[in-house]
């Protein structure tokens, strides 16, 4: 199985400054198509979660350009360029190589 | 707009069956695989199954596989989840979500909440 560990699992940001959160899968997510099958989310309180980064880096339609995600085979990691107050929320990643599985999620909070 | 709407969660007792359905709209439903995931109160996310666009491939977590199943009925865009023998640590919200590609869930519904409670 495919396990996915992301650090840190809380995390508090200051309004306008920049955020980062690493996520660690225990072997590569490069399939044999070139595509690396590596996806962030964020849930935010009482919400769904919604899809930020599919394929490593590529941001899903509407959301923000201060997120990015970069990375590959084993190491990713999610950035938010300048923190807003409507980040918070819970961020998972996401593995769809073999089956699916996601991270333990880390909660961000102004 | 695109929408995933679930139903059919409630309280039931350990051993019994519920099926959950999701209704899908917007999109060419026949034409995507979807997901179900769940989340327990406090928990994290928890992929339960997917299937794909037609019908013909699905896989189901360690944790649910012999108990749950998935199935669709692409004549009424609707996904389903059949949970037999539930169990107590199965007690959770359960979404559908739209798959994205091969790998990605790019549309999730609001989900639907399952207790199981004697």
């Known amino acids: 199985d495919i396990v996915m560990t992301q650090t840190p699992l809380s995390l508090s940001v200051t309004p306008g400054q920049p955020a980062s959160i690493s996520c660690k899968s225990n072997q590569s997510l490069l399939y044999s198509d070139g595509k690396t099958y590596l996806f962030w989310s964020l849930q935010r309180p009482g919400q769904s979660p919604q899809l930020l980064i599919y394929e490593v880096s590529s941001r899903f339609s509407g959301v923000p350009d201060r997120f990015s995600g970069s990375g590959s085979g084993t190491d990713f990691t999610l950035k938010i360029s300048r923190v807003e107050a409507e980040d918070v929320g819970v961020y998972y990643c996401?593995?769809?190589?073999?089956?699916?599985?996601f991270g333990q999620g880390t909660k961000v909070e102004i | 707009q695109v929408q995933l709407v679930e139903s059919g969660g409630g309280v039931v007792q350990p051993g019994r069956s519920l099926r959950l359905s999701c209704a899908a709209s917007?999109?060419?439903?026949?034409?995507?695989?979807m997901h179900w995931v769940r989340q327990a109160p406090g928990k994290g996310l928890e992929w339960v199954a997917v299937?794909?666009?037609?019908?013909?491939?699905?896989y189901h977590a360690d944790s649910v596989k012999g108990r749950f199943t998935i199935s669709r009925d692409n004549s009424k865009n609707t996904l389903y989840l059949q949970m037999n023998n539930l169990r107590v640590e199965d007690t959770a919200v359960y979404y559908c979500?739209?798959?994205?590609?091969?790998?990605?869930?790019?549309?999730w519904g609001q989900g639907t909440t399952v207790t199981v409670s004697s």
């Open positions: 996401m593995q769809g190589l073999h089956l699916w599985t």
């Open positions: 917007g999109f060419a439903f026949k034409s995507y695989g």
């Open positions: 299937m794909s666009y037609d019908g013909l491939n699905k």
């Open positions: 979500a739209k798959a994205l590609g091969r790998g990605g869930m790019d549309v």
